[in-house]
């Protein structure tokens, strides 16, 4: 069964640093997104992705995120001067369609210091 | 906007017996259901949807949940717990934002199963 991937699974940084996250989809899905998982606390909802453009942002994603499809199979998340309140649980999700269900990569955690 | 409440933040139950997880949401515009499933250091599977029709939805692992438009509720039960049901659950509501369907998670409720 095609899954959505994640790398790497733990990225640990200095505060300041820009940072990549990235992801790979499922293969036949048109609609990408971001979400963020702070320890202990809910998935919260920071960018969806689709036909090379930002559909939906949160107010999380202010101007240090940037979210690129560089090729026909990777979606990354960079953020350019981590924060330590940006250390979480960072999922990606696809979807073939808006509204239907949304599969989850297993996570990469950051660590900033 | 809509926004979802997971009432318990914990649930411990004996192996066997049966669970309520309880979700409710609110939103001014018709809305999609789900209940996800996290395990440890793993993300997040789903264990089953609404999006229209019979309001009694089954999922994997033996997960049922009742859509109640009335009460706004849509509560995940099972009648039987088993040890590797340890878990945090996650409800979320998906409702059209702009172009997209965008889903607002719950808190999560964390499900823990003793022998």
């Known amino acids: 069964e095609p899954e959505v991937t994640q790398t790497p699974s733990h990225q640990v940084t200095q505060m300041g640093q820009e940072v990549i996250l990235r992801c790979v989809p499922i293969s036949n899905h048109l609609y990408f997104y971001w979400y963020r998982q702070i320890l202990g606390q809910k998935v919260e909802f920071l960018v969806s992705?689709?036909?090379?453009?930002?559909?939906?942002k949160s107010e999380i994603f202010d101007d240090q995120f940037s979210v690129e499809r560089p090729d026909g199979s990777n979606f990354t998340l960079k953020i350019r001067s981590t924060k330590l309140e940006d250390s979480a649980m960072y999922f990606c999700?696809?979807?073939?369609?808006?509204?239907?269900?949304?599969?989850f990569g297993p996570g990469t955690r950051l660590t900033v210091l | 906007a809509q926004s979802v409440t997971q009432l318990d933040s914990q649930v411990p139950v004996f192996e066997e017996a049966p669970v309520e997880l309880r979700c409710n949401y609110s939103s001014s515009v018709s809305v999609y259901l789900f209940w996800y499933v996290q395990y440890p250091n793993q993300g997040l599977q789903l264990l089953l949807k609404y999006l229209s029709g019979s309001t009694l939805v089954k999922g994997i692992n033996g997960f049922e949940a009742e859509f109640n438009k009335s009460q706004t509720s849509f509560h995940l039960r099972k009648p039987s717990v088993h040890i590797s049901d340890t878990a945090e659950y996650f409800c979320?509501?998906?409702?059209?934002?702009?172009?997209?369907?965008?889903?607002?998670f719950g808190r999560g409720t964390s499900l823990i199963v003793h022998p």
């Open positions: 992705f689709y036909n090379n453009e930002i559909s939906e």
């Open positions: 979320a509501v998906s409702a059209r934002t702009g172009g997209s369907y965008i889903p607002t």
């Open positions: 999700a696809s979807t073939r369609e808006t509204g239907d269900t949304q599969y």
